[in-house]
């Protein structure tokens, strides 16, 4: 088994780079689907198009023609994940695609642009603004729930024509991350605004605010006059 195992890891954005952050604001589609927002990061910055985000790289070390690699999220304590050695049925029925948007598993595609050289680079939702990250995984209101931590696991496959089932010869985790919908991030962020408003009202005590007017630099005029000319 130690002779089939092989390297991979995410490489870092080569535009921005970096990579992934450890929580994330996942939203609801109108067709009921869940995507994550500026997943794995805003690059080169925040775009208010759709979900925002990018797509990822991975760095294979074989060039061998039959290994396939996939990706797919997985929750921490719910998902059972797999480990080196294991194998799965084809995973054909279960494939990301622009008409099954909601499949588990994303493929991922040699990047044809890259000199042929090692370690092969893999691309992950190449068309990440368009595609988005869907991740549809049901939580609840449970603070078990909303504190358990999630991982984008990419993993790369022996394959065959003579057998039905996928190999695990190679896995890259990210970092552990949590989830947030939009919905308590929006109501989250609206409590931090009334807090913050308040803090600069009148205090009762002192009568003064938290905030003044600086006086004008020529310090010859009054900061306001009474009567203005529109």
């Known amino acids: 088994m130690a002779d089939d195992v092989v390297a991979c890891s995410y490489r870092l954005c080569a535009v921005c780079g970096q990579l992934f952050h450890d929580s994330y604001i996942r939203s609801n589609k109108p067709d009921g689907s869940k995507v994550l927002k500026c997943f794995p990061h805003c690059c080169p910055e925040h775009s208010r198009r759709r979900s925002c985000g990018t797509h990822l790289e991975l760095l294979v070390h074989s060039d061998s023609a039959d290994i396939c690699v996939f990706a797919r999220f ?36 040699r990047d044809a642009s890259e000199t042929p050289t090692m370690p092969v680079v893999c691309i992950i939702n190449r068309n990440a603004l368009e595609a988005e990250w869907a991740y549809g995984w049901t939580g609840s ?18 394959c065959s024509l003579e057998t039905p089932r996928l190999v695990v010869i190679g896995v890259a985790r990210s970092p552990p991350f949590t989830i947030t919908s939009a919905r308590r991030a929006s109501a989250a962020a609206s409590v931090a605004w009334d807090d913050l408003e308040a803090s600069n009202a009148l205090s009762p005590s002192s009568g003064l605010t938290a905030f003044d007017f600086a006086p004008c630099s020529c310090g010859t005029h009054d900061l306001f006059s009474a009567t203005y000319y529109r």
């Open 74 to 109: 997985e929750a921490s304590l719910f998902t059972a994940t797999l480990a080196l050695g294991d194998s799965v049925p084809f995973l054909a029925g279960n494939v990301r695609t622009k008409e099954h948007t909601r499949g588990e598993w994303i493929a991922c595609h």
């Open 141 to 158: 209101a449970r603070v078990v729930d909303r504190q358990s931590t999630h991982h984008l696991v990419t993993y790369v496959f022996r």
